[in-house]
């Protein structure tokens, strides 16, 4: 071991329980090097000495890659910012992000990636071994029920344990599988307990039952207690804190914490230095490749809610404007990162993709609308929009809208753009809305006086070139919706409550997301799972093969029925026909994305284990699978059920508790 930490006297000890400054770790007096943390899944965001943000690529935002299930992306975005974080010095990035996304109003729900906890923590994990195949460490957060942004510091997040266990700590638990060097504790308190002085959270579940062995961080300015954090399993205190030494050490004098619990800590930051000194760290993409990776992501991640045959776009003589014809959306707070990418008009993008076919004059798309808030010109643009063929409107949310610090008081877009499409719809019938926005939106107002709807997240610095390629045909549109899209906000599990500034009960509980709807049998706008094509897909011959007591491999072939290549996600999901505590009607287990050239035909292989049958018996305190009939279910969304099949499960007699009054033994 380099760093020994019988080297460290008791007060160097304390002193590395906190940073040195915002970014960096303390050095003990000299006798460690301070790394570098920086945020964030976006892009690397990273101070300069002056205080300035360094300049990096802004990459597609997790809605995006969630919405690509496609978790080759989520590595690729991993693999991508490492590489800045090489060229910049940062050693550990302050990412993935992937909290629930409970409710629609979520400022931060654009970096986080889902509703569904599996599709989430498979995002995460994937990102994770993208980032740390090149020596860059990691920092998983945050760990964990941070829903939403109002009172973040304050509000306690109350939930029940099988909630916890279902829904709000699996995501967290597949992403330890791939060991991020480091987590983060959330702001807010679990259950009236600061997730920064949970022990249960911290030690007991993180570390004890997920085999989390890196280092807790706090998020920045979290811990209120520093002795109590670090007895609790938070190894280190960000940023600097004045009184972190003083708190420890007289919780030290006075016997609160021990030298041997401070031990705990000081080691787990010492192993994460030595962790950092490797030789993985070897720049492999140019600044030109990484934006190229950008575009790639992000073309893979976007939507295609609606299309009543005006998609793809291949000739003709388009008005293109709205707040985001220009330059792409981004949310805003600590995952926005500094591009110095100037991006092109997408009137220019679409006459490029469409090898000029389209005509689309710039000038159209400047003059028309040049916020998300402020309408310049509107009349002229109506007046413009009544000569062309088709009008594509860019529009969306973006910072302030969204953003950190706060959360989105209503799902529908703005007055004012609400108004442009409705106005602009007198004037023209072939609307197409390119929708940015880092979660749902309610459509309902608009949604019937429009041809088409693509949902492009927020795409990152290269959205209009990925934008542009989906709008045209030149690649088929193949992401599907991470989240639902409840027709009103009423609608939600939370609707417009928000807590009352000291707690919000998670009332829900295991409904939450697609298990809400299918609970409530609500109609939704656009369903978890969901997206079109311009290619057709078939599926057929679903087998479920046992492979063990409770390992089965679901396959069926899918084929690609149309003159378009394409690809398809393709989802899996089970119900428990009939269980003793209320469970979801179905659950998702499973998926694939699946290219397929025009008229293809692939086998697709899911494999199914003991959790995918079990919920988290409170009683027995643990996962558990209750024996009878399940039924496994093949969407192309969660409402889009292609094929379906019951099997039997017929567990072990002494591993079920007695389900009837008198036990009968055959
Ligand atoms: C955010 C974290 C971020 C940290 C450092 C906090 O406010 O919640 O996600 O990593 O700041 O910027």
Not at 70 to 89: F, H, V
Not at 350 to 362: R, Y
Not at 425 to 448: C, F, M, Q, T
Not at 571 to 576: A, H, L, P
Request: contains cysteine; proline residues 4%; glycine residues 8%.
């Amino acid at each position: 071991m380099k760093y020994d930490i019988k080297n460290l006297t008791l007060d160097e000890k304390i002193q590395l329980l906190t940073g040195k400054n915002y970014w960096q770790t303390n050095d003990a007096n000299g006798k460690l090097p301070s790394i570098w943390l920086a945020d964030g899944p976006l892009g690397l965001r990273m101070a300069n000495p002056d205080g300035t943000t360094k300049q990096s690529t802004a990459m597609p935002s997790s809605v995006v890659i969630a919405n690509s299930w496609n978790t080759e992306n989520a590595r690729l975005q991993g693999e991508t910012i490492a590489d800045e974080c090489i060229q910049e010095g940062a050693d550990v990035l302050l990412a993935p992000g992937v909290n629930m996304k409970r409710t629609p109003l979520c400022g931060r729900n654009f970096e986080y990636y889902s509703e569904d906890p599996i599709l989430a923590g498979y995002m995460a994990k994937a990102f994770i071994e993208g980032v740390q195949s090149k020596g860059i460490g990691t920092s998983l957060k945050h760990f964990y029920a941070n829903n939403r942004e109002y009172d973040r510091f304050v509000q306690s997040s109350d939930l029940d344990e099988r909630t916890a266990y279902e829904i709000y700590l699996p995501a967290f638990e597949i992403a330890v599988q791939a060991q991020p060097w480091t987590v983060m504790c959330a702001y807010n308190p679990i259950n009236g307990v600061w997730a920064s002085e949970n022990k249960q959270a911290l030690t007991d579940i993180l570390c004890g039952e997920f085999g989390f062995t890196g280092l807790v961080m706090s998020d920045w300015e979290a811990v209120r207690s520093g002795w109590r954090a670090a007895k609790a399993g938070l190894d280190l205190r960000m940023p600097f804190n004045p009184n972190e030494y003083g708190e420890v050490k007289t919780a030290y004098e006075k016997g609160w914490i021990t030298e041997e619990e401070i031990d705990i800590c000081v080691q787990r930051l010492l192993d994460l230095i030595e962790k950092t000194e490797n030789d993985k760290k070897i720049i492999t993409t140019t600044k030109e490749q990484r934006h190229q990776n950008a575009v790639k992501i992000a073309e893979d991640g976007i939507v295609l809610l609606k299309n009543e045959g005006i998609l793809p776009l291949t000739e003709g003589d388009l008005l293109v404007c709205g707040p985001f014809a220009k330059a792409p959306a981004f949310g805003g707070g600590s995952a926005r990162a500094q591009s110095d990418y100037i991006p092109k008009h997408l009137a220019v993008e679409l006459v490029s993709a469409s090898d000029g076919k389209i005509k689309a004059d710039e000038q159209c798309g400047y003059f028309a609308f040049r916020s998300a808030t402020s309408c310049d010109f509107m009349t002229d643009g109506f007046t413009v929009a009544r000569k062309k063929d088709a009008v594509v409107l860019c529009l969306g949310t973006g910072f302030p809208i969204e953003g950190e610090h706060g959360d989105r008081t209503s799902i529908r877009l703005t007055e004012l753009q609400e108004d442009i499409i409705l106005g602009m719809a007198k004037y023209n019938e072939n609307i197409v809305v390119v929708l940015e926005s880092g979660s749902a939106v309610d459509v309902s107002p608009w949604i019937d006086k429009v041809k088409a709807v693509v949902w492009a997240g927020f795409p990152g610095e290269g959205g209009q070139e990925a934008i542009a390629r989906v709008l045209t045909g030149k690649v088929c549109p193949s992401g599907k919706t991470s989240e639902t899209f409840p027709i009103r906000l009423e609608d939600t599990p939370t609707g417009e409550t928000r807590g009352n500034g000291f707690y919000e009960s998670y009332n829900e509980g295991v409904f939450m997301g697609y298990r809400w709807y299918d609970k409530m049998q609500k109609q939704v706008a656009f369903p978890f799972g969901f997206g079109l094509s311009y290619a057709s897909f078939e599926y057929s011959d679903l087998k479920i093969e046992k492979k063990g007591e409770l390992d089965y491999e679901v396959s069926y072939l899918i084929k690609n029925t149309s003159a378009v290549d394409g690809a398809e996600v393709s989802q899996v999901y089970v119900g428990d026909i009939f269980c003793r505590v209320p469970r979801p009607e179905k659950e998702l287990k499973g998926w694939a994305k699946t290219y397929l050239k025009a008229g293809e035909s692939k086998r697709v292989c899911i494999k199914l284990n003991e959790r995918a049958f079990a919920f988290y018996s409170t009683a027995l305190k643990k996962w558990h699978v209750e024996s009878g009939e399940f039924i496994i279910q093949v969407g192309a969304s969660s409402r889009e059920i292609r094929l379906s099949q019951s099997i039997e499960l017929c567990l072990p007699y002494d591993e079920q508790y007695s389900t009837l009054s008198r036990e009968i033994y055959e």
